[in-house]
Structures are given as structure tokens and as C-alpha cells.
């Protein structure tokens, strides 16, 4: 069974910052493209920022300019730097790999558990 393992989650004050961490196995991490999602209260959930395998990133709108996704192969793990959090930024943060088919692998979608943010002051 594949695991999404997440840190980072928190209380912050507004203007503050967060790091999320998101660790997998390697080989899922050496081929899947990932993303944060987030789900406030009472609503959907929405994709904050996603990075494929070859490193393009995107952003939502309303993230643009104060989160930041990168991985770091060594420890198979990605995060999401935030910065100038805002109350809106409040929500249960997802972590989402997207593997493809490969001689190793099959295609499947993986989630991690969910972690509490809340910005608050």
C-alpha cells in the first residue's frame, strides 16, 4: 500500500509562514506528478499548486506569489512553502500523487491523510 506522508500543518498567525512536507516511497516519487490540494469548510476541494515529474509548476490565482512547491529527490519528499498566509488559506491540506504507467509501476492516484492549517490571529 502506498503511503503519502505529511508534516508541517498548524496554527499561524496572518502574515505568517508554513512549510508542508509530502514523503513517499522512491519510485513512486521518481514518476508521479503531485500536488497540494486544500478543503476549507463547506466547500470543494481545490488544487493550490501542482509540479510534474520534469519540474513545470502551477499555481492557483489566489496563491500566486506567496506559496511555492518544489521536491527534493533525495528524501523523495515535497513541499509547499506558504507565506503571507491569510485567513482564506485555512483548510485540511492534501497531498496527491499522480502515477503514470511505467515498467515499474501501474497508473493510480494516491492521497494523503489530510493535515489541519488554520491562520489565525
Known amino acids: 500500500q502506498v503511503q503519502l506522508v505529511e508534516s508541517g500543518g498548524g496554527l499561524v498567525q496572518p502574515g505568517g509562514s508554513l512549510r508542508l512536507s509530502c514523503t513517499t516511497v522512491e519510485i513512486i516519487f521518481k514518476v508521479a506528478d503531485m500536488a497540494w490540494y486544500r478543503q476549507a469548510p463547506g466547500k470543494q476541494r481545490e488544487l493550490v499548486a501542482s509540479i510534474r515529474g520534469g519540474g513545470t509548476r502551477n499555481y492557483a490565482d489566489s496563491v500566486k506569489g506567496r506559496f511555492t512547491i518544489s521536491r527534493e529527490s533525495a528524501k523523495n519528499t515535497m513541499y509547499l512553502q506558504m507565506n503571507g498566509l491569510k485567513p482564506e488559506d485555512t483548510g485540511v491540506y492534501y497531498c496527491?500523487?499522480?502515477?503514470?504507467?511505467?515498467?515499474?509501476?501501474?497508473?493510480?492516484?494516491?492521497w494523503g491523510q489530510g493535515m489541519q492549517v488554520t491562520v489565525s490571529s
Open positions: 496527491y500523487a499522480d502515477v503514470p504507467k511505467t515498467f515499474l509501476t501501474h497508473k493510480n492516484t494516491y
